[in-house]
């Protein structure tokens, strides 16, 4: 479809693809991708996983997919915030730092905020680290970045997601249970979990534990449950 460069293909083909997923009793995408790749050492390019390289055609192909799928009545997931096109490993199987500069990023951010024009739904955040921003935080946790400027700057209202959380604990040595409490702090809206039932039963307790003895703000909890309540009423 990046071939193509057709908006009404990649429409057509977001309906088709809404239409599948919802006979499967599924209402969700986590897609499109709307990494704009910095070079052919992007590894979301080397994945086959980008629309094109440049940052326009980028916004306008995956908007038009994401607008698709809400003509059937499915939800797009915008991913990775705020874009993983400098990034050369996979932030499933390394710990991944963006060096480039606020200047350098801004033409990733450009296919967000048609997105937020158009009212996408969701948007994921991306699990690697972007200095420019947030010298110790990935995205996914930080509040410099799922906040202040998806939130405040891009005014996006929706809910936010992360990447997985496991793979991100796994390439850091670490369990999933501190990055999800990390997460919820800095305001993000749902946890993705892909490990074992084990993991995700032992991440709620976590959670509930750290809910009670107001490590979470009830307020930023409260936040993010009238958040998703507004995005299934709109199912």
Do not use: C
């Not at 193509?4 to 809404?18: I, Y």
């Not at 951010?109 to 158009?118: D, E, G, K, S, T």
């Not at 040595?173 to 800095?186: D, E, F, M, Q, Y």
Request: proline share 3%; hydrophobic share 40%; aromatic share 6%.
């Amino acid at each position: 479809m990046g071939d193509l460069g057709s908006s009404e293909t990649a429409r057509r083909q977001g309906r088709k693809t809404g239409s599948a997923l919802l006979d499967l009793g599924v209402n969700s995408d986590f897609a499109p991708v709307a990494d704009v790749p910095a070079s052919t050492s992007s590894f979301m390019y080397q994945q086959g996983r980008t629309w094109a390289f440049g940052s326009r055609k980028t916004s306008r192909l995956p908007n038009a997919f994401a607008l698709g799928l809400g003509d059937r009545g499915a939800l797009a997931t915008m991913k990775h915030f705020p874009g993983l096109g400098f990034a050369t490993k996979n932030t499933d199987d390394f710990v991944v730092h963006i060096d480039a500069t606020k200047g350098e990023l801004a033409r990733g951010l450009r296919p967000y905020r048609r997105a937020v024009a158009n009212g996408v739904p969701l948007v994921m955040l991306s699990n690697a680290v972007y200095r420019a921003y947030d010298r110790s935080h990935a995205a996914g946790w930080s509040r410099a970045i799922g906040t202040n400027l998806l939130r405040g700057k891009l005014g996006f209202q929706g809910v936010t997601i992360t990447d997985s959380l496991d793979g991100a604990a796994n390439t850091r040595g670490i369990s999933t249970n501190p990055l999800a409490l990390k997460a919820a702090k800095a305001g993000t809206d749902i946890l993705l979990l892909t490990g074992s039932e084990a993991s995700s039963r032992s991440v709620y307790q976590s959670l509930l534990e750290a809910a009670q003895a107001g490590r979470i703000p009830s307020g930023r909890l409260t936040a993010s449950y009238d958040r998703m309540v507004a995005l299934k009423a709109g199912l």
